[in-house]
């Protein structure tokens, strides 16, 4: 079954603090894509980031980093110094059979001045 | 931002009447999507389209349908509206699912409540 997993309902921290939101994925494609949504409070969706099956390099963008590792089929997010604005839901998204995009049920990150 | 443009945003329909939402994009992706938003359950797929007069079943199909007649345009009609179908709808484009240098976009959503 293709499935992602986001364990992480809610998460709440103060201002500054470092932040990782995990995502756990299982899919029977040996070529597949993965992605990041934010969907901050005025509800739409904000990519984040993409990373395909054969690239298990890690990226920093700024605040954010992310860790791909197939061994654990994990793609975790990571907050560095989080800032009230980061407040929203994350969304961790698989794309397989080149078309199909299905997304986890989202972690509540709320940030707190 | 690209070009995706819902409608209704918002609408309230009573049990047992046919909805129909629209989804109209300008950019001549390949690929479109419809996604119901429901506390706990993050967003599911319902149907999409991988060309004109292509769709096929997401996880949560039942109760809807869709159709693809052009290009630019994706609706989805719930034949008899139930309560249980209350709910954010997104409707996203993609270039093509498979490639790396995309991503898909979302439209801005459709509250619907279904009374």
């Known amino acids: 079954a293709q499935k992602v997993t986001q364990a992480q309902t809610e998460i709440s921290v103060v201002e500054k603090e470092d932040v990782t939101l995990d995502c756990v994925y299982e899919?029977?494609?040996?070529?597949?894509?993965l992605f990041w949504y934010k969907q901050p409070p005025s509800g739409e969706l904000v990519f984040l980031i993409r990373?395909?099956?054969?690239?298990?390099q890690n990226e920093i963008s700024g605040r954010y980093s992310w860790n791909f590792q197939k061994s654990t089929s994990s793609f975790n997010f990571t907050i560095t110094a989080s800032q009230v604005v980061d407040s929203a839901v994350y969304f961790c998204a698989l794309i397989y059979n080149t078309d199909k995009l299905i997304f986890g049920t989202g972690t509540r990150l709320q940030v707190f001045p | 931002d690209a070009g995706i443009t819902q409608s209704p945003r918002h609408k309230v329909t009573e049990t047992g009447t046919p909805v129909t939402l629209r989804c109209h994009q300008t950019e001549n992706h390949r690929y479109m999507y419809w996604y119901r938003q429901d506390p706990g359950h993050g967003l599911r797929l319902i149907h999409y389209?991988?060309?004109?007069?292509?769709?096929d079943k997401g996880e949560v199909s039942d109760g809807y349908s869709v159709s693809r007649s052009k290009t630019e345009d994706f609706l989805l009609t719930l034949e008899s509206a139930t309560s249980s179908q209350t709910s954010v709808y997104f409707c996203?484009?993609?270039?093509?699912?498979?490639?790396?240098?995309?991503?898909?976009?979302f439209g801005q959503g459709t509250r619907l409540t279904v009374v």
């Open positions: 996203a484009i993609s270039e093509s699912g498979g490639r790396p240098d995309t991503e898909a976009f």
């Open positions: 990373r395909n099956s054969f690239d298990e």
């Open positions: 389209s991988y060309g004109v007069k292509d769709t």
């Open positions: 899919t029977r494609d040996t070529t597949y894509y």
